[in-house]
């Protein structure tokens, strides 16, 4: 069964560098999405992107933020000057087609902790 | 107005019990309501979903209750089983939006 997959899974960074998390969504899937899950919360959804750009972002997607999706394959997320409160899980995720009618289907998460 | 409240945060039940975990909404706006599995090290999967037109969603052994007057849906698991034990996030979102808004979710021991 095709899986979502997510590099690294666990990333520990200085204050103020910059990271970058990969993720390799399912090879059919259009949409993708990343969400983070700060230790103990909930997960929260931070954007989705479609064609290229961004369809929808949270009010935690800020500046700090950005998406790309470099080639066929891979979608990254980077974050350029990490804080102490990036410090979270974060998922990928993918679908077929956007609304989330259609499953979103999540990869393992990449755990982030800065230092 | 953009919250989903879940309850428990954790609950442990024998073989065989029937847990209930349950979540509310504010938001007369959501629209679809899946609720997820996620086991230790691996992310959340899809277990059911439930819109506000049905009042009861059933599949094997997980049904949705969900009773749209008073804003709430809950999970059962039937028949529980140790393989059961995960953590469990219900969820909610807005027609037309791509986001998921998701409790915080409960994790489930279900004792041999």
């Known amino acids: 069964e095709p899986e979502v997959t997510q590099t690294p899974s666990h990333q520990v960074t200085q204050m103020g560098q910059e990271v970058i998390l990969r993720c390799v969504p399912i090879s059919n899937h259009l949409y993708f999405y990343w969400y983070r899950q700060i230790l103990g919360q909930k997960v929260e959804f931070l954007v989705s992107f479609y064609n290229n750009e961004i369809s929808e972002k949270s009010e935690i997607f800020d500046d700090q933020f950005s998406v790309e999706r470099p080639d066929g394959s891979n979608f990254t997320l980077k974050i350029r000057s990490t804080k102490l409160e990036d410090s979270a899980m974060y998922f990928c995720?993918?679908?077929?087609?956007?609304?989330?009618?259609?499953?979103?289907?999540f990869g393992p998460g990449t755990r982030l902790l800065v230092l | 107005q953009q919250q989903v409240k879940q309850s428990p945060q954790s609950l442990i039940v024998q073989k065989g019990g029937i847990p209930i975990i349950n979540c509310a909404y504010e938001n007369t706006a959501f629209d679809y309501f899946p609720w997820y599995q996620q086991f230790p090290g691996k992310g959340p999967a899809l277990l059911i979903a439930?819109?506000?037109?049905?009042s009861e969603k059933k599949e094997g052994r997980f049904t949705i209750s969900f009773n749209k007057s008073a804003k709430q849906f809950s999970l059962h698991i039937m028949d529980s089983q140790p393989g059961d034990s995960a953590t469990y996030f219900c969820?909610?979102?807005?027609?037309?939006?791509?986001?998921?808004?998701f409790g915080k979710g409960t994790k489930l021991t279900v004792n041999p």
């Open positions: 439930i819109r506000p037109d049905v």
């Open positions: 969820a909610a979102s807005i027609g037309g939006s791509e986001k998921l808004v």
């Open positions: 995720a993918s679908s077929r087609q956007g609304a989330v009618r259609e499953t979103q289907y």
